[in-house]
Structure formats: structure tokens, C-alpha cells
């Protein structure tokens, strides 16, 4: 729960009201993906004839791993901006907002070996079970940065364009860069339901899903109002073409042998 200030966007979507007290409608939908992404990554492990309460508990193991990872992954952004605040007490206050899906996402693919051999299952059936998961996570938490005005499109005048508030509660007509790439994950989630009872390589949905989320948010992070900047790039947008480009070559290598 957070109090608001005077200087706020005071209501929904931004905020859900309480009396005099509110909650972030961001913080509600990434604990909404964190749930229902866990319910899904279950689900699939059941259909398959894996143990789906083991695979619960490894999601939700990646989930915490992954908040971390997304928390130091924009911490050490600010270092590199050499922000003020990433050395204070404040540090991790995430009433302050914060985080980085890519550093989230890091954190997983560093502890998911061990998870999946933790709860007895190859390398390549605990991605395809667990890319559902951040899949679904994933749409619902660009639907809270869509109602916070976070990771938000810059200011355009074409008559696609739409007013909408940035996370400072400045409104403009902007590029809906939150609802195209959830227009661009459903397709995602729609090839994977179609493929996922299908012949394949195991390992073969999640690097599909990687491969087509990359090649989408490089074309995205384009459009974007403040782009995370590090060494005089576009951090992000890189690192959506290695994930993009590598998971491409990967896949392919997957077909080929």
C-alpha cells in the first residue's frame, strides 16, 4: 500500500483507492502474473505427465530469483547513469518504481539449471513449461505499466495516437508502446498453444518465444519516450537483439540436428 501525494495521478488506473490509501495497479498485475503464471507453468507440467506441484514451486522460485534480478538490473543501471539515489537508504524502495525485465530474466536463466534438475526434469521440458509462465507474467505486467504510464511511447501526433499518461502523470498523445507488445506476446502465446502439443525438440517453444519477444522489443524500444540508456546505447534494445538473434540460431540448430 502507498500513500499518494498531492503531486500524483490520484486515481485509477494508476492507483486503486483505499480511503486514503492506494495500491499500485502495477504492483496488482505483476502479483496477478506472478499468480496466474504459476497456475499455467502447472498446468502444462500436468498435461505432459510431469509433477505439476513441483513445477509450481520452481516457478514460483524463478519468480522471487527474477524480482531480485530485475531490482540489481536497474540499480546498476542507475550506477552507470550515476543516479544519486542507487547508494541511499532508498535504494530498495520500490514505492519509487524500478526494475529491469531483462535483469529479471538473467537471474532465472542463471539459477534454472539447478531448478530443473532439482525437481528431476530435463533442461529443455523445464523451459517449455516455464516460458508459459513468463509468458503470462509478462502480459499482465506491460497491462500495469500501460495503467502506471511506465515504459510508455514517446509524444506523436499522428491520429493513431492516443492521450495517455506517462509514470510522472503527464498526459500526451503517445505511441501505445505497452499495448503493442502485449498485441505482440499474444501472438506469441497464440503459436504456443498451437505448437505445444506437437512434435518437437524439447526446449523448442521457449526458444521461439525468446526469439520472437527479442525481435519485437527492438523494434519497440525504438518508439519508446525514455529508453534505459548505458554506454551511450540503447541497453535494452541490444540486449533484445542478442536474446532475439541467439534464440534464433538456437532454434534453427534445434531443427537442423
Request: contains cysteine; proline residues 3%.
Amino acid at each position: 500500500m502507498e500513500r499518494m501525494s498531492s503531486s500524483e495521478v490520484s486515481g485509477f488506473p494508476r492507483f486503486i483507492r483505499f480511503g486514503k490509501r492506494a495500491v499500485s495497479t502495477y504492483k496488482v498485475c505483476l502479483g496477478a502474473g506472478i499468480y496466474f503464471g504459476i497456475l499455467i507453468s502447472a498446468m502444462a507440467a500436468k498435461k505432459n505427465g510431469s509433477d505439476p506441484i513441483s513445477m509450481a514451486l520452481a516457478t514460483l522460485g524463478c519468480a522471487l530469483v527474477g524480482l531480485v534480478g530485475a531490482r540489481v538490473y536497474h540499480l546498476a543501471l542507475l550506477a552507470v547513469q550515476k543516479k544519486e539515489y542507487v547508494l541511499s537508504d532508498s535504494a530498495w524502495d520500490t514505492s519509487r518504481g524500478g526494475g529491469g525485465l531483462f535483469g529479471g530474466l538473467l537471474a532465472i536463466v542463471s539459477v534454472s539449471p539447478v531448478i530443473a534438475a532439482l525437481i528431476h526434469l530435463p533442461f529443455g521440458v523445464f523451459w517449455d513449461y516455464l516460458i508459459v509462465a513468463l509468458l503470462v507474467g509478462a502480459l499482465w505486467t506491460r497491462l500495469g505499466c500501460f495503467c502506471n504510464g511506465c515504459c510508455g511511447g514517446r509524444e506523436i501526433s499522428e491520429s493513431f495516437a492516443f492521450r495517455w499518461h506517462n509514470h510522472k502523470g503527464q498526459q500526451k498523445k503517445r505511441i501505445p508502446v505497452q499495448l503493442l507488445e502485449i498485441g505482440w506476446m499474444i501472438l506469441a502465446a497464440g503459436a504456443v498453444i498451437y505448437f505445444f502439443d506437437r512434435p518437437r525438440s524439447a526446449g523448442a517453444i521457449a526458444l521461439g518465444v525468446f526469439a520472437w519477444y527479442g525481435l519485437g522489443r527492438v523494434i519497440l524500444e525504438s518508439l519508446r519516450e525514455e529508453p534505459d540508456i548505458a554506454f551511450s546505447i540503447r541497453i535494452n534494445q541490444l540486449i533484445a537483439a542478442i536474446i532475439g538473434i541467439g534464440a534464433g540460431f538456437l532454434l534453427l540448430f534445434l531443427f537442423l540436428f
